[in-house]
Structure formats: structure tokens, C-alpha cells
């Protein structure tokens, strides 16, 4: 069982940084960040692969950076230029089965890990 835990979340103004961290138990091929803002569907944002490999979601790209520490089983997600429209709970998760970096930060058929998030507030 591969438990995940976010923590970096908090208020921060438009235009500022935030860096999530994501700690992990054991490594999974396939890891991701995904967000849920009020009224709306949960969005794959970011993932990486074991190999490297990267993908981010339109509305991230050129903004928001993953990052992964094996080491440390810490997966980031370093987010700059924050706009309202990024308010969100955060979460990261985990799935074994995604070879495909775009799959698996979109997680089609679902994630088989979860953490419990982390809140993110923008605000002008």
C-alpha cells in the first residue's frame, strides 16, 4: 500500500510562488498532480514518469514545474506566476499502470493512489 501526503499548501497573492511537496512511501512509476477548485472537475495537472519523462496540462505549462527526489521520495510541484484561477486543493497520486507520461498525468482511468490534498488560495 503506497500512502501519499501533500503539505506546502497556504494563501498566497496573485503573481506569487508556491513550492508542494508530496511525500511518498514507496515508488510508483507513474505520479501526478491534480487539482479541484470549487465547482469544478478535477484536473490532471502535471505528471512524471520513473524515466523522466514529463507532461503538464495547458493551463499549467510554462508556470508550474514537477519535480522528483527519489532519494528523499518527495515529488514537487513548484508553482509560480499564481493567477485566482489556481485556487484549488491539490492532490497528489500514484498508479503503476500508466507508461504513457500524457496518460499519466490525465490518469483516464482513474489513479490507484490518493493523498489527501492541500489547499491552495490565490488572491488579488
Known amino acids: 500500500q503506497v500512502q501519499l501526503a501533500e503539505s506546502g499548501g497556504g494563501p498566497v497573492q496573485v503573481g506569487g510562488s508556491l513550492i508542494l511537496s508530496c511525500q511518498y512511501t514507496s515508488g510508483i512509476y507513474c505520479m501526478s498532480w491534480h487539482r479541484q477548485g470549487s465547482e469544478k472537475k478535477r484536473e490532471g495537472i502535471a505528471g512524471i514518469l520513473s524515466n523522466g519523462w514529463i507532461s503538464y496540462s495547458p493551463s499549467v505549462e510554462g508556470r508550474f514545474t514537477i519535480s522528483k527526489d527519489t532519494a528523499k521520495r518527495i515529488v514537487y510541484l513548484h508553482m509560480t506566476d499564481l493567477q485566482i484561477e489556481d485556487t484549488a486543493v491539490y492532490y497528489c497520486?500514484?498508479?503503476?499502470?500508466?507508461?504513457?507520461?500524457?496518460?499519466?498525468?490525465?490518469?483516464?482511468?482513474?489513479?490507484?493512489?490518493w493523498g489527501k490534498g492541500t489547499t491552495v488560495t490565490v488572491s488579488s
Open positions: 497520486a500514484a498508479d503503476p499502470n500508466y507508461g504513457d507520461r500524457h496518460a499519466c498525468r490525465e490518469g483516464p482511468f482513474g489513479m490507484d493512489y
